[in-house]
């Protein structure tokens, strides 16, 4: 006799979930697989956000480092604001100008019973960074400024000490005037106000309107770069100096917007081309039957693994014979298209054939069919390959390192990188502007992404209206 299973004898592991169960399963799995992606996106963002904080700080390699500082601290934008428009009338930018009366309060902190002395204060005659930064330097606020102690004022605070018991401490706070000097017959513009102050080991700053930018002897001196900024002076200072800092040394011109130019002309010349030799290569291998077309795709394949340092000495000595060196369609040409062209293939393998058969009955040309009806449906694989196409292009390094040598105002932002980590970093020390201008360079590669992300999966054929 043939016994029937029921559900309720099969083994546990085996028996169906109800389908509450099953759903609470489901939900609780991509429940998971959201918060395990948003933790992957948070610490890719944190670190973004790390570097990007760094690349405003005037000593980004600073241990240990902050995350609060007077770029992200309101109280110091007011009072850069403030010192901007005394120096020069301009709050955003700041500066020193004719008829300038610039108000500097510092405050000095020392034990109870000791005397606090009013410290030395000078105008540095100090050059703005070091390489193309030095040279360009032309006026001083040394020479147009003068400063002279307008008050003084006691009073007392309590401190917390190691213990954390209160402890009081006598304070004394500094008003300086910072003046234009007005028996000068030039008087330009200058972008900086830098300050000195040294005072004995027994005080310390207790406040002032910005911080130092550096502290030296242990902390007797104390150097501010600049104390009339201004807010976005104050903040984007690094950025300011990657587009004036680095200049042409005869014309003057921004070697920074130069590289900029150049990289955008050389990302859309790659796109155009990587476009057309994609999209015509991969539609003609996906649809076209002719002798040939197997050892084509092989050979496209087998080029993927060759690096490009391995025929660079090739393609250097072919564009040396055509007088391409040091311009930009040496660096366009000299690209491989093999993934881009077997992605459009696999775009077109899968479009419809009947609809291309369809056209092709009421009189339509090949051609025809490819660019009026294949093409504008395939704009996924297009904005795709327009993306990779352009980063590529942007990011690429090595070509125009090997390609373009001179003048300084023909290189790329990326080896224009490398110069600037020579000029300020290493010995320099000068990391600020370096990682300014890194982040710079990203940010064409971010925009370009956030305003054709949505299109890619989106198109007439994809929504069932082609």
């Given amino acids: 006799m043939m016994v029937r299973k029921v559900a309720s004898d099969a083994p546990p592991s085996r028996r169906p979930l109800p389908s509450g169960a099953l759903?609470?399963?489901?939900?609780?799995?991509?429940?998971?697989?959201?918060?395990?992606?948003?933790?992957?996106?948070?610490?890719?963002?944190?670190?973004?956000?790390?570097?990007?904080?760094?690349?405003?700080?005037?000593?980004?390699?600073?241990?240990?480092?902050?995350v609060y500082f007077d770029q992200l601290n309101p109280a110091a934008w007011i009072a850069a604001a403030r010192l901007g428009q005394e120096g020069a009338g301009d709050a955003l930018w700041g500066g020193l100008s004719p008829g300038a009366e610039v108000g500097f309060s510092v405050t000095y902190a020392a034990p109870a019973g000791t005397k606090i002395v009013e410290p030395k204060a000078e105008i540095p005659r100090r050059r703005p960074g070091s390489g193309?930064?030095?040279?360009?330097?032309?006026?001083?606020?040394?020479?147009?400024?003068?400063?002279?102690?307008?008050?003084?004022?006691?009073?007392?605070?309590?401190?917390?000490?190691?213990?954390?018991?209160?402890?009081?401490?006598?304070?004394?706070?500094?008003?300086?005037?910072?003046?234009?000097?007005?028996?000068r017959e030039d008087r330009p513009w200058i972008e900086r106000t830098p300050?000195?102050?040294?005072?004995?080991?027994?005080?310390?700053?207790?406040?002032?309107?910005?911080?130092?930018?550096?502290?030296?002897?242990?902390?007797?001196?104390l150097s501010w770069d600049n104390i009339t900024p201004g807010v976005l002076g104050l903040i984007f200072n690094n950025y300011r100096r990657v587009i004036n800092e680095t200049a042409d040394?005869?014309?003057?011109?921004?070697?920074?917007?130069?590289?900029?130019?150049?990289?955008?002309?050389?990302?859309?010349?790659?796109?155009?081309l990587t476009l057309v030799v994609a999209s015509l290569g991969g539609y003609a291998l996906a649809r076209l039957e002719f002798r040939g077309s197997r050892f084509i795709f092989a050979a496209l394949l087998f080029s993927m693994t060759i690096p490009a340092q391995v025929t660079f000495v090739s393609n250097y000595l072919i564009f040396r014979d055509l007088s391409l060196l040091n311009?930009?369609?040496?660096?366009?040409?000299?690209?491989?298209?093999?993934?881009?062209?077997?992605?459009?293939?696999?775009?077109?393998?899968?479009?419809?054939?009947?609809?291309?058969?369809?056209?092709?009955?009421?009189?339509?040309?090949?051609?025809?069919?490819?660019?009026?009806?294949?093409?504008?449906?395939?704009?996924?694989?297009?904005?795709v390959n327009a993306i990779l196409a352009f980063q590529g292009a942007w990011n690429d390094f090595f070509w125009p390192l090997v390609l373009i040598t001179s003048p300084p105002e023909a290189l790329t932002v990326q080896v224009g990188l490398l110069s600037l980590r020579r000029s300020y970093g290493g010995a320099q020390g000068d990391w600020g502007l370096v990682l300014a201008g890194a982040f710079i360079s990203i940010v064409p590669v971010l925009i370009l992404f956030v305003l054709f992300q949505r299109h890619i999966v989106s198109t007439e054929l994809t929504r069932g209206t082609a």
């Fill in 249 to 272: 040394l005869e014309t003057g011109k921004s070697l920074f917007g130069s590289w900029l130019v150049n990289s955008f002309a050389i990302a859309a010349g790659r796109l155009v």
């Fill in 23 to 66: 759903r609470r399963r489901q939900l609780a799995l991509s429940a998971w697989l959201y918060l395990t992606l948003l933790a992957v996106a948070t610490i890719m963002m944190g670190t973004f956000v790390l570097a990007f904080m760094a690349s405003l700080k005037a000593d980004p390699l600073e241990r240990p480092f902050r």
């Fill in 327 to 383: 311009t930009p369609w040496s660096v366009i040409v000299v690209f491989v298209a093999s993934a881009n062209v077997l992605l459009m293939k696999q775009f077109f393998e899968g479009f419809p054939r009947e609809i291309e058969e369809a056209a092709i009955v009421d009189g339509a040309s090949r051609f025809q069919v490819f660019w009026k009806i294949v093409l504008p449906n395939a704009k996924p694989a297009l904005l």
């Fill in 195 to 221: 300050l000195n102050l040294t005072a004995p080991p027994s005080q310390t700053l207790a406040e002032s309107p910005i911080s130092p930018s550096r502290s030296e002897r242990r902390g007797r001196l």
């Fill in 132 to 183: 193309i930064a030095a040279a360009l330097m032309r006026h001083y606020a040394a020479d147009y400024a003068s400063i002279a102690l307008k008050n003084s004022s006691s009073a007392m605070m309590q401190v917390r000490d190691e213990e954390g018991g209160l402890q009081a401490r006598q304070t004394r706070t500094f008003v300086y005037e910072i003046t234009y000097r007005t028996d």
